[in-house]
């Protein structure tokens, strides 16, 4: 690889800064909160008008219910036609740029308040977490496809992200067992770092029966629901061990029929958050255990697993990744370092398969989830030719 295609592509990119800028709040407009399927896939129509006309094809996975997941290569074969994920293709592996579509905001909030630049900060719903980070992705595949077009690079961006990934985890562990390397577009930390390990996470709803009787007149034939939810509410909170990383929290619960009644129902939900995956299966054996205890009598309980996010831990091969990032990133004038957070995100799927994986790669940006969410503008193009000159230095021969 050229030290030439480089500057070629920084250069490239720096001169489509306001063509980033102007599909990015595009992009911040178009309502796309997770259950809205039809805003999601709107946000894919105008990112496939994007991609074809840097002449790089679309593929869509339809999804039902959830936005459909687009994947596109710079170098077409390199797709090939394994769906399920088993074998890896014979041409050189990809390094997949991942990315989600969706936003946790409801419909009508890009209307209320829609994208604008102020004080050198973009604002708007998603912006940073993460419609910054699909931009930045697009137009580095876009460089690639002019100026390094043998390089096999992917991109997937996916629907559903912000409630699980139920539908697209598939379509990105097939991904990840043909990767060479991954980065994730989750915006860069406000410290402008990116991320290099990340928590896993369960998310369960858990349900108790009892049996109704009256409170005053006939007590003791009742089983009080909630007197039960109440202890596994304390036990599931003992199973915290903050030192270690290990957290759960009953985050809400309710249920009954009347003050003058014994509940004969309750319902409850479910977080935990964990740093690796032997944790996980310790943590989902330990549900089971307080589930099947009985301190009412007459009663019964269950767990559900809704969703779950495993963990970003890093490797000897991810460390090498991040080296390669981290190096460019000072060169180009940006030192950054390397952070762990508590939040979950697509990465851990990919990490957990054994795909060197690094994550918050997207612009930088802060308040993610609110009203005053944002990104630094300028990291937006700083972040995509750090990027883009990475995976350069990756491509070359060794």
Not at 71 to 83: C, E, I, K
Not at 205 to 214: D, L, P, R, S
Not at 371 to 378: K, N, S
């Amino acid at each position: 690889m050229k030290d030439a295609n480089e500057h070629e592509i920084r250069a490239w990119l720096a001169e489509r800064e306001p063509a980033m800028l102007a599909l990015l709040a595009e992009l911040v407009n178009i309502d796309s909160g997770s259950y809205d399927k039809p805003g999601v896939d709107a946000v894919g129509a105008r990112l496939a008008q994007f991609f074809e006309s840097a002449g790089i094809a679309v593929r869509t996975e339809p999804v039902a219910e959830r936005g459909d997941v687009m994947r596109m290569a710079t170098v077409p074969d390199h797709a090939g036609p394994d769906h399920a994920g088993t074998d890896r293709d014979a041409a050189a592996p990809a390094i997949l740029l991942m990315g989600h579509r969706d936003t946790v905001f409801p419909k009508g909030e890009a209307s209320r308040r829609p994208f604008r630049i102020d004080g050198g900060r973009a604002y708007g719903p998603g912006v940073a977490d993460m419609k910054g980070g699909l931009v930045m992705n697009a137009f580095v595949m876009a460089a690639f496809k002019q100026f390094a077009p043998g390089v096999p690079l992917v991109a997937l961006m996916t629907g559903d992200e912000e409630i699980g990934s139920l539908a697209s985890r598939p379509f990105i562990e097939r991904e990840a067992r043909k990767a060479r390397a991954v980065f994730n577009a989750e915006p860069g930390r406000v410290s402008g770092n990116v991320v290099t390990g990340r928590k896993g996470g369960l998310h369960f709803t858990f349900e108790v029966t009892g049996k109704a009787a009256h409170s005053g007149v006939n007590f003791t034939d009742g089983a009080s629901a909630i007197g039960e939810m109440a202890h596994k509410i304390l036990a599931l909170h003992g199973l915290t061990r903050v030192p270690e990383g290990i957290t759960v929290n009953v985050g809400l619960a309710g249920g009954g029929q009347s003050h003058n009644t014994t509940a004969p129902h309750a319902r409850g939900e479910i977080d935990t958050r964990y740093v690796t995956n032997d944790q996980r299966d310790h943590l989902v054996a330990s549900v089971e255990r307080i589930m099947a205890e009985v301190q009412v009598p007459g009663t019964r309980s269950r767990a559900t697993l809704l969703s779950e996010f495993l963990p970003l831990v890093p490797t000897p091969e991810s460390e090498a990744v991040t080296g390669v990032y981290l190096s460019v990133a000072a060169e180009l004038g940006h030192p950054i370092s390397g952070e762990f957070t508590g939040g979950c995100a697509d990465s851990g799927f990919t990490a957990s398969l054994g795909a060197p994986t690094l994550c918050g790669t997207g612009p930088v940006g802060g308040k993610a989830h609110t009203a005053d969410e944002y990104i630094e503008v300028p990291s937006l193009l700083a972040r995509a030719q750090i990027l883009a000159t990475t995976v350069l230095r990756m491509a070359r021969p060794a």
